[in-house]
Structures are given as structure tokens and as C-alpha cells.
């Protein structure tokens, strides 16, 4: 016959005000004798306390930051059978004891089940947890924690399942697409061919390409920034510093846009690392140069503290040591983000694809006179045309949209980057 048991925290030494750290049932569920009910924490150990019945939890009396002592009230629990109870019996406190209930200390937390809550370098979880994610073949250790300081919780590791099942599986480490193989063709079957062996940067980079394009969710923004302002200034500039053999282009111009649009929205100035994201606090942006033996993309330095007139000498001697062939591994790493300009060849819009692990790139077309529709007339504007890329996991639409609208913003009013 049914019965309604209570079960009380058992004799947990000395310890009072211990802190519940974990609750491992819920109302509903079905338990078995010896399953562990929670996890208290002293400052020196984590307790599992495992249960004296089987039963179905009728009452849940803890929630996880409660304190207890010996004698609280865990939970009412209906068995099927008297069965007597694995351990000792533990004192009522009248409170919380209705006659018609009877109450028994939870099962003695076990000597085994006492462990340190964090050993060196170690993932941060209580003993039941260790064995759940044991059970299911889990590598603690590489489970983020969600719960109080980083501590791994159960819904951490079925969430840690959860997304290792939903990866997709392929050849290539896990990331790999499970598509057909492209198949060989003779191409020189329907006439003449000439093959030549693709550089070593252009199979380093189409791996890198083809990987980003692939695992990244890519979504381009599309804006136009009025630049007449802007052109006319760097023109004025530009015969300055022709003296000094400096040319100031439109990119040296883009590089400090940029700057001020990642420092008003951080997210674009970041990289995924697992279920974290990691915002940047400098400003080191990429620019793609196209080199005869493929594409480079050499990193210029806290563009945040250069001008324009330095930004722009360092872009020429950078492009030119990426054609020379001159530029190492190092110059090319550490970026936050990518300008690719191909204003100076033509274009009106493209889809650039993201430099990973940065977010986002800038894709910048060939700018030209458009009538635009100013105070009830049309006026002739220098339009620069702006394709922004964005990881979708990161960036989401409408972000997206005032990132770029704010950068052709301060390109169309080159004095916000004085602000
Ligand atoms: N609209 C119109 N004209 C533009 C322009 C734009 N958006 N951007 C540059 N120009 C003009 C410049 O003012 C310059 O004009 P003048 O010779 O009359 O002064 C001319 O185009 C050539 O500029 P540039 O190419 O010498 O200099 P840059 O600063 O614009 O670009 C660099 C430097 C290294 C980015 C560029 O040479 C390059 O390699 N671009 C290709 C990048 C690329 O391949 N991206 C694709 C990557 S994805 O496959």
C-alpha cells in the first residue's frame, strides 16, 4: 500500500547552514533507493545525499541556494511498500511533521561521495554530477558550467549531449558535410586545356575560404554612404602629401570608420570561443590585398590611436610587401576584423566572406555619381557602396543594419571621427 514518507538531510557531521548546491529531482519523478537527491556544499567538500526509499516525489521542499541542516525537509515521497529505510532514523522536528506522514533521514551521505569541490584544474561539479556525466560518457572537463561560480550543473552536460549529437558528422573532424565527392572530369575531352598547379597561398587560403564559408551562417548587409565630403577632403590631402610621395586613398579612410562603428557596437570586434564570445579591446584590422599569387590579408595595428595620413603610409608599404611576397605569418595574424576594397577595380556590391575567427568583414565596391533626393531635389553624390558580412550566431539582422547604416554615417561626416 501507498505511502507518504518525509525524508529529512541526514547527519551531515557538525556542518550547519550547509548550502544546496544541486537538486537532482523534481516533483513526479520516479527514484530509486541510493539515487542521489542533492549535492550540499561545505567550504571544504561537495556531499551527495542519496535517498532511503523508492518512491514517486510527491513534495519538493529545497531549491538550490537554500541552507540546510541536519533534519531539514527534503521532500515527501509516496512509496508502494514500507520498505525500511537503508539507515538510521533521524529525529521529526514537530513543524514539519503531519501525523499522517512519516519522516526518515535521507540515507547517510557516504564517505566516497565526499570530494573536493574543485582539485586543480579540474571542471567545477559535485560528485553526482561527475558520475552522471560519467554515465553518459561525458568528459567533464570539457563541459561550461552555468552555475555558481562556473560550477558544471546536470542541465550543463544534457546540454553538452544535446549539442554533440546535433553536430553534423562528416569526414573532416566533425565538421565535415556529408555531400557527395565532386566527380572527375575530363575536361579535355571537349577541347583544348592548359593546367597549371595552384600557388601554395591559394591552397592555403581556398582551405581556410571554403572552411569559414561553410561553418560560418553568413548574412551580407547591404548600405551606400554619401562620401562628396569625404572625397573632397582626401583630395585636398591628397595633393598635401603627393609631395611626400603619400597617396591617400578612400581605404585609409575606411580603416578609421570602421574603427569608430566597432567601437560603438563591441560585438562586431569579437570572436566566438565556444560558447563564449570574446570582445576585443583594440583595433587591429585585416585588409585584403590581391597579390599575383593569390589572396594575403596583412593585419594593420591599433588603427584606434594612427591618422589617416599614417594609416594610409602603412597600407601602401604593407600591400607592397604582401605583392613582394615580403610578408610573414606574423604580419598577417591577430586581426579583428576585414576590409576587402574592391573599389579601385569596380563592382557595385558582392558577398565577402568572413576571416574566421573574426565576425564580420567589410566589403567595399566602386563608389559613383547618383542622383539622390535632398530637400525636394536631385542632387549629384559621390555613393560608396558597403557590403557587410556577419556571423549570424553572433550578429543578429537588425544590429547588423545600424552597424552598417552608422559606418556609412561617419563616412558621409567624416568629422564623427574626431567625436
Ligand atoms: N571607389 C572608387 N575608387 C576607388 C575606391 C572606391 N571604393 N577605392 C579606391 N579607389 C581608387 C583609388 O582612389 C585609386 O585611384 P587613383 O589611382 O586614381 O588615385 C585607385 O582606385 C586604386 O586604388 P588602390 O587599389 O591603389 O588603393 P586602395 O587603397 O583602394 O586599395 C588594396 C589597396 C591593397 C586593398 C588594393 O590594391 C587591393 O588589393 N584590392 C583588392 C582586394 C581584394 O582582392 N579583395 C577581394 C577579397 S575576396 O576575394
Known amino acids: 500500500m501507498a505511502e507518504m514518507k518525509q525524508v529529512l538531510v541526514p547527519d551531515i557531521g557538525d556542518y550547519k547552514g550547509v548550502s544546496v548546491i544541486e537538486v537532482m529531482v523534481k516533483v513526479g519523478d520516479i527514484i530509486n533507493e541510493e539515487d542521489t537527491l542533492l549535492t550540499l556544499e561545505t567550504d571544504k567538500a561537495a556531499m551527495d545525499v542519496p535517498s532511503p526509499y523508492?518512491?514517486?516525489?510527491?513534495?519538493?521542499?529545497?531549491?538550490?541556494?537554500?541552507?540546510?541542516?541536519?533534519?531539514?525537509?527534503?521532500?515527501?515521497?509516496?512509496?508502494?511498500?514500507?520498505?525500511?529505510?537503508?539507515?538510521?532514523?533521524?529525529?521529526?522536528?514537530?513543524?514539519?511533521?503531519?501525523?499522517?506522514?512519516?519522516?526518515?533521514?535521507?540515507?547517510?551521505?557516504?564517505?566516497?561521495?565526499?570530494?573536493?569541490?574543485?582539485?586543480?584544474?579540474?571542471?567545477?561539479?559535485?560528485?553526482?554530477?561527475?558520475?552522471?556525466?560519467?554515465?553518459?560518457?561525458?568528459?567533464?572537463?570539457?563541459?561550461?558550467?552555468?552555475?555558481?561560480?562556473?560550477?558544471?550543473?546536470?542541465d550543463d552536460v544534457q546540454n553538452f549531449v544535446k549539442t554533440a549529437l546535433a553536430q553534423p558528422r562528416g569526414t573532416a573532424g566533425g565538421n565535415g558535410l556529408q555531400v557527395l565527392d565532386m566527380p572527375v572530369f575530363d575536361f579535355a575531352k571537349y577541347g583544348a586545356i592548359e593546367t597549371t598547379p595552384l600557388s601554395r597561398i591559394q591552397k592555403i587560403s581556398g582551405a581556410n575560404l571554403h572552411r569559414n564559408w561553410v561553418t560560418i551562417p553568413h548574412v551580407t548587409q547591404f548600405d551606400e554612404a554619401d562620401i562628396t565630403d569625404m572625397e573632397a577632403f582626401r583630395k585636398q590631402l591628397g595633393t598635401e602629401y603627393a609631395k611626400q610621395n603619400i597617396k591617400i586613398t578612400p581605404l585609409a579612410f575606411m580603416l578609421k570608420a570602421v574603427v569608430a562603428a566597432l567601437q560603438k557596437f563591441p560585438k562586431f570586434n569579437a570572436s566566438l570561443d565556444g560558447e563564449n564570445l570574446v570582445l576585443k579591446q583594440y583595433f587591429h584590422i585585416g585588409v585584403a590585398v590581391d597579390t599575383p599569387d593569390g589572396l594575403m590579408v596583412p593585419v594593420l595595428r591599433d588603427v584606434d590611436k594612427k591618422g589617416i595620413v599614417q594609416l594610409a603610409q602603412e597600407l601602401a608599404e604593407i600591400s607592397a610587401k604582401a605583392r613582394e611576397k615580403k610578408i610573414t605569418a606574423a604580419d598577417m595574424q591577430g586581426g579583428c576584423f576585414t576590409i576587402s576594397s574592391l573599389g579601385g577595380i569596380g563592382g557595385t556590391a558582392f558577398t565577402p566572406i568572413i576571416n574566421a575567427p573574426e565576425v564580420a568583414i567589410l566589403g567595399v565596391s566602386r563608389s559613383c555619381m547618383k542622383p539622390v533626393y535632398q530637400d525636394g531635389v536631385f542632387v549629384p553624390r559621390l555613393m560608396l557602396p558597403l557590403s557587410v558580412s556577419y556571423d549570424h550566431r553572433v550578429i543578429d539582422g537588425a544590429a547588423a543594419a545600424r552597424f552598417t547604416a552608422y559606418l556609412a554615417q561617419v563616412l558621409s561626416d567624416i568629422r564623427r571621427l574626431a567625436l
Open 54 to 154: 523508492a518512491g514517486v516525489v510527491k513534495e519538493l521542499h529545497i531549491e538550490i541556494g537554500d541552507k540546510v541542516s541536519q533534519g531539514s525537509l527534503i521532500l515527501v515521497m509516496e512509496c508502494n511498500d514500507a520498505a525500511s529505510p537503508s539507515e538510521q532514523t533521524a529525529a521529526i522536528p514537530a513543524a514539519v511533521a503531519p501525523a499522517s506522514v512519516a519522516a526518515q533521514a535521507a540515507a547517510p551521505v557516504v564517505a566516497q561521495s565526499v570530494q573536493p569541490v574543485i582539485s586543480g584544474g579540474q571542471a567545477h561539479a559535485s560528485p553526482a554530477i561527475r558520475r552522471f556525466a560519467r554515465e553518459l560518457g561525458v568528459d567533464i572537463a570539457k563541459v561550461q558550467g552555468s552555475g555558481e561560480k562556473g560550477r558544471v550543473t546536470k
